[in-house]
């Protein structure tokens, strides 16, 4: 029966991925392997004293279960950075398959052998000449999940969504040990992939019938007494399946974002496993099992597992021993292979690339420097009073552009423009791929008490412009070093709309400043939320999941609002596509309704999708259309 095949095929994927306290027939006592598991250097003539230092810690994802060393995705990322950065890169490889977060400690094994140790936590105290790593990939949690209620039908999705969630802590505290003493350290996490989808082939493996069998001492379809046909129960496995997926994404998120605490030295990176290439389907991202008896997987590891593991007697007289070797020798079915892998490795170069080339080096950050009390723009749409539109200019720009004829880039947000002359070196706040050539166009409103004369002055290197309420105030255009322009303005009482202009030209100073004394005052940065009431900001995370794909799509939402009137404005970050889009809608006390209206930051996000959301406990839920691929549907936003 179908059903028997669907259950076979669970029950040799979880057990392969996550038996970590198995008795394993290599002898440990014996068999002595250092806590290093890999040194490579590429290029392997480099000069490994002067290059780029990057620490693999983890499990069987990131040791590269089944895969030979050039295929391994931290192989396939040191070759990107190597080429990118233009040197050398030493990578130092801690992960090895079965690995846990943390728990008791224990002796090394062979790399591609199942052993729950070292655990994360003692990877991480392993790691050598901390002080020189630049970036550390860290892949973990499976293997301290309870994958087994993954595949029983009768487990609530509540219980799978908990066990889910307890790898956050774990994963918090070995992030925040890994910046206290990797202090130059990047961090790269990577999440997990849902095992099972609609597209997986139902009888695909009917031969491991008779191997489960053997392994179990029963039949595969005994001791469940679940009264649910092949189609209910395929259903509910892949419910279970993508519970797991969504949870521990969530959870992963979570500890990235306690860790980080706003520091920008964590990034996670998200690999996308669509149903086509979930396991058992045509073209699969997964290694498979080809064969039962013997039992066998088409990944390029398994003679040499093979090799490490003891002759395993007839299946009819198999012993709890046995049953570890065969595991052993299967031990990579369930886990990407080559196409896999470089899936892996475009997710975690993707999130490289959405933090800037800056970011890899060991430079003082744009958080940081706003800790020194400079004020910058950020990606953040919080309740900030100017949005800054980011275009680039052609080399030669001699004055500020036509903004009309050109598309942002990206925005930015803040309340004052007080960015005091410095150095190109140091950049401009938002714009962390190009110190020269670029404009940006601030617009917003702002809302004074007091009716009466004020005074603006305006400070850049190179060309500003100040207007409001569609009057040009202060025209301080051209290249040029710092400049300062002052004008005036008689305003009302009410809101008022305001546009900064400023273009950088080649690659010396910068600074932009905007002052104003109102009536009877003295000269201050301008603030212009200090003069607006303030409205309500509420952040969301977690991922979405539609009917049209049923996969998985992490986010971070900020609302901010409602006004009285209703309306709301925001951001939402699609993470796994790099974007992060501008929201206008509205908000009742039991509706939220939005649409996407423009790129704050451009990476594969649609815009114009509008969702109709009503919240539903710890979920939003509705559907969504407008988009401008056509699609349509329902949608549930489940929020960590």
């Known amino acids: 029966m179908r059903i028997v095949y669907i259950k076979l095929v669970v029950f040799v994927i979880v057990s392969v991925i996550i038996l970590q306290s198995i008795v394993f027939a290599v002898d440990q006592a014996t068999t002595s392997y250092p806590a290093l598991t890999k040194h490579v250097l590429l290029p392997p003539d480099g000069d490994r004293a002067n290059a780029f230092h990057m620490v693999i810690i983890g499990d069987s ?40 977060i ?54 609530p999705a509540s219980e799978i969504q908990s066990s889910s969630e ?3 802590n774990p994963m918090e505290n070995l992030l925040k040990g890994l910046l206290e003493s990797d202090k130059h350290a990047k961090i790269v996490v990577t999440n997990y992939y849902p095992l099972i989808s609609y597209d997986t082939k139902d009888d695909l493996i009917t031969g491991l019938v008779s191997l489960f069998t053997q392994l179990s001492g029963k039949a595969p379809d005994e001791g469940g007494a679940l009264l649910l046909n092949n189609i209910n129960y395929k259903c509910r496995l892949i419910e279970n399946s993508y519970t797991f997926n ?14 980080d605490n706003g520091a920008n030295r964590i990034a996670f990176a998200a690999a996308n496993f669509p149903p086509n290439r979930c396991y058992g389907t045509s073209d699969s991202w997964l290694w498979m099992l080809v064969s039962s008896i ?23 007289t198999l012993k709890i021993l046995d049953i570890d070797n065969i595991i052993n020798k299967i031990n990579a079915m369930g886990h990407p292979n080559r196409d896999g892998a470089r899936e892996y490795a475009r997710a975690i170069e993707s999130a490289i690339d959405a933090k800037g080339p800056n970011w890899l080096k060991n430079e003082v950050s744009i958080a940081s420097m706003v800790d020194n009390n400079d004020v910058f723009g950020s990606t953040t749409a919080s309740s900030a009073v100017l949005k800054g539109d980011i275009y680039y200019l052609p080399e030669g720009t001699e004055s500020l552009p036509d903004f009309s004829s050109l598309t942002p880039v990206g925005s930015i947000y803040t309340n004052t423009l007080d960015i005091p002359q410095r150095s190109f070196t140091d950049g401009f706040p938002g714009i962390t791929d190009r110190f ?17 004369e004020y005074a603006f002055r305006l400070v850049s290197d190179d060309g500003s412009r100040l207007i409001i309420d569609n009057n040009k105030i202060i025209d301080n255009d051209g290249q040029h070093s710092v400049s300062s322009a002052s004008g005036k303005a008689y305003l009302t009482r009410g809101s008022h709309s305001i546009e900064v202009d400023y273009f950088q030209g080649p690659r010396y100073d910068i600074a932009l400043q905007l002052y104003w004394a109102p009536p009877g005052e003295t000269e201050s940065v301008f603030n212009g939320r200090e003069n607006n009431p303030s409205l309500p900001v509420n952040y969301y995370s977690g991922v979405a999941t539609r009917s049209i794909d049923h996969q998985a799509w992490p986010f971070k939402l900020t609302l901010i609002g409602p006004t009285p009137d209703g309306s709301i404005s925001g951001q939402i970050e699609w993470t796994t596509l790099n974007s992060i889009n501008q929201i206008e809608g509205s908000q009742t006390a039991n509706s939220i309704t939005f649409s996407e209206t423009a790129y704050i930051k ?10 109709y959301l009503t919240p539903d406990g710890s979920s939003f ?20």
């Not at 070292?118 to 499976?142: C, E």
């Not at 451009?602 to 969702?611: P, V």
């Open 61 to 100: 994802i990131a040791w590269g279960n089944g895969l030979n060393d050039q295929d391994k995705c931290y192989y396939l990322v040191a070759d990107w950075l190597q080429k990118k950065l233009n040197k050398p890169v030493d990578v130092k490889v801690y992960a090895h398959s079965g690995a846990v």
């Open 102 to 155: 943390s728990g008791a400690t224990g002796n090394s094994i062979d790399p591609d052998l199942n052993s729950a140790t070292p655990t994360l936590m003692d990877q991480a105290n392993n790691i050598q000449d901390k002080d020189d790593v630049d970036l550390i990939w860290v892949s973990g949690g499976i293997n301290d999940i309870d994958l087994m209620k993954v595949i029983n039908v009768n487990t």
């Open 166 to 168: 307890s790898i956050e």
């Open 246 to 259: 969504y949870g521990s994404t969530n959870s992963l998120n979570a500890a990235i974002n306690n860790a």
């Open 294 to 316: 013997p039992p066998k997987t088409n990944d390029d590891m398994y003679e040499y597992r093979n090799s490490l593991c003891e002759p395993t007697k007839a299946l009819d």
């Open 436 to 452: 020269e050539w670029f404009a940006i166009k601030y617009t917003g409103t702002f809302d004074i008490n007091k009716e009466g």
């Open 602 to 611: 451009k990476g594969d996000a649609i815009l114009n999708c509008k969702y």
């Open 621 to 640: 839920k509705g559907t969504w259309d407008s988009c401008g691929d056509g699609n349509s549907g329902d949608i549930t936003m489940n929020l960590s």
